[in-house]
């Protein structure tokens, strides 16, 4: 047998093996991304600015999985700040350890790089992922995720022929930096300069109000052919109308779950909203046509500017588009008509989802609410001489000690378990103040928006039940007009000024889970909490552990050791499943050389 030189190169080489194998012998497969966050200068409205790409791409890239695949994305921070990614919409069943906000991970420092490792359990859709922390989403960072449909589940409609991808967001020319400096300031931030189409500016439809020479993006189709659109308003804080002229929106999904199919020739998406539609091209291609992406809910005679604008381009069309954009809706002052395109929305419970059962066979509609909470958000106001947002008058302070890290460190004070179930009559303040969920309870939460503004809300961790929708002031009567039926589930829902919307939760899914107003301006003044959901009997087997890779911070920062490249032994101490498979493939090479 020939003597086994155990160099370095073989042992990275070993541990390739082992990895590998691992991967290869696991029940569902793996996929995996690099992602170096940095900055680079653009001019999508053409003013050069810094934005953040990762791997050079501004947006950034398609996170392409199939349902049950694990999903191991390596980040490095590249930025001259502290980084942490978060996945909306994307469940982290019992591992919450991975969801990328502060209420449960450590940010990552700069130079410091991180390993995103989660499966994508029971899910489908269409999501994107984006940067958590300080506006920095207002910067880029985000990108498209997609969930596929095993080859075992038929999906609900044809298979198109074709699958694009738009991410749609109002957009400043002020970098992340500078808004959040005017919020800290007291200032509101303004209207944007523009919405970007993928990261791309508006077509040039008016001499006007659009500059010559700004990239746009060009959507090349068929005749005759089917393609499925995912649309995502990645944006900072303005709602969007989304058309394509001469072209219907057949709706079919939202944030992982397949509605019931309605045509529509316009389509409200809201701040951290995804949505899919088939569109057909069955126009006769006398020109190009626009794809549109405009502000909604505001003054759009001043907020004209405020409008993406992208081409519908056929293979066989006769020339570009020309003359005025399809035409919003008319109905910015009838507020009653606003409301009834969301609340038509309804799930196809026929329908296969992730599983092969449909999706309506979960009967909410019969099942007892446990605990009750209104979240009544306000205008901005003054607390300790800052401006601050607010849920039942309480502007959330991050701990300095995520939530469950706390827990299991026996940290004391980083939080307390007293958010109020409904507004209360007292001094708006500032706190690091928690839902104590009930594990297996089933939730309602009214939003109740008594701001100004259109407001959507997300709930990490989870889809619910949208199944009510109204304006006024909530009360207990309003539940005789819910959907018990056939809600949609999804994980973002907008919130009318001067409205409610009610969801409903089965709260299955332990950990720490951040409820949040998804408009960054409002996020970063503080209007959110978290859901703490433990099953008190916990054995393991519904809450992961903390990974070996689990970065610390606030009281628990000397545990921290500082980060480099990795070693071997690091390699094998943040994946203990690995020591295994490596001790085999260092048998086959002894007995094999």
């Not at 409205?45 to 790409?53: D, E, F, H, N, S």
């Not at 392409?64 to 930025?79: G, P, Q, R």
Request: glycine fraction near 8%; proline fraction near 6%.
């Amino acid at each position: 047998m020939a003597f086994f030189k155990f160099s370095s190169t073989s042992f990275f080489l070993l541990i390739h093996i082992a990895l590998f194998s691992s991967f290869s012998l696991a029940a569902d497969p793996t996929v995996s991304y690099d992602f170096k966050l940095s900055y680079i200068t653009v001019s999508p409205l053409g003013v050069p600015q810094k934005v953040i790409a990762i791997n050079g791409q501004f947006p950034g890239p398609l996170v392409n999985a199939t349902t049950n695949n694990n999903v191991v994305i390596k980040v490095y921070n590249d930025l001259d700040e502290d980084l942490l990614l978060t996945w909306p919409g994307i469940q982290m069943r019992r591992n919450s350890w991975q969801d990328g906000v502060l209420g449960t991970n450590c940010p990552i420092p700069p130079t410091w790089d991180f390993n995103y490792t989660f499966q994508v359990k029971d899910q489908i859709g269409s999501f994107f992922y984006f940067p958590s922390l300080n506006l920095q989403r207002a910067s880029g960072g985000f990108g498209p995720f997609v969930i596929n449909n095993r080859p075992v589940i038929q999906i609900p409609f044809a298979q198109p022929d074709g699958d694009f991808t738009l991410l749609i967001g109002d957009w400043y020319t002020r970098n992340h930096t500078a808004l959040r400096a005017d919020l800290d300031s007291g200032k509101d931030l303004g209207m944007p300069d523009g919405v970007l189409i993928n990261g791309k500016g508006p077509y040039r439809y008016n001499t006007t109000l659009v500059p010559d020479g700004l990239p746009y993006e060009t959507i090349k189709v068929d005749p005759g052919k089917t393609y499925r659109f995912r649309v995502h308003n990645v944006g900072t804080s303005t709602s969007l109308n989304f058309r394509i002229q001469g072209h219907n929106l057949l709706l079919v999904e939202t944030e992982g779950y397949y509605t019931v199919q309605q045509n529509y020739t316009s389509f409200d998406i809201h701040v951290g909203q995804s949505s899919s539609f088939l569109v057909t091209m069955d126009q006769n291609a006398t020109s190009d046509y626009y794809i549109v992406a405009s502000a909604r809910f505001v003054n759009e005679s001043i907020w004209q500017k405020v409008s993406g604008v992208g081409i519908l381009q056929y293979s066989n069309s006769k020339g570009p588009a020309t003359g005025p954009l399809p035409e919003a809706p008319s109905d910015i002052y009838n507020q009653w008509s606003a409301m009834n395109q969301p609340k038509a929305i309804r799930q196809n419970t026929s329908a296969s989802g992730a599983r092969p059962n449909p999706q309506g066979s979960y009967h909410y509609g019969s099942i007892n609410v446990t605990d009750t909470y209104i979240l009544r958000s306000l205008p901005p106001t003054t607390i300790d001489g800052k401006l601050r947002a607010t849920l039942n008058g309480i502007s959330f302070v991050n701990p300095g000690t995520p939530i469950r890290l706390a827990d299991l460190n026996k940290v004391k004070g980083s939080y307390k378990l007293d958010f109020p179930s409904a507004p209360l009559n007292r001094t708006f303040h500032r706190d690091t103040s928690v839902i104590n969920a009930t594990y297996k309870g089933f939730i309602e939460i009214i939003l109740q928006n008594n701001d100004t503004r259109m407001q959507s809300f997300h709930m990490n961790g989870y889809s619910f039940f949208v199944v009510g929708m109204d304006w006024g002031i909530w009360s207990e009567n309003s539940r005789g007009s819910y959907n018990k039926w056939d809600a949609i589930s999804r994980s973002t829902v907008e919130v009318y000024p001067g409205g409610w919307t009610a969801v409903l939760a089965s709260l299955d899914n332990a950990g720490v889970w951040n409820l949040r107003v998804e408009n960054l301006d409002r996020w970063y003044l503080g209007q959110e909490t978290y859901m703490r959901i433990i099953n008190p009997e916990e054995n393991g087997e519904t809450e992961m552990p903390p990974p070996n890779n689990v970065l610390y911070c606030g009281a628990l920062a000397s545990k921290q050791q500082d980060q480099g490249h990795k070693s071997g032994a690091s390699i094998l101490h943040d994946n203990p499943n690995l020591f295994f498979t490596l001790l085999m493939a260092l048998c086959a090479v002894f007995i094999f050389s």
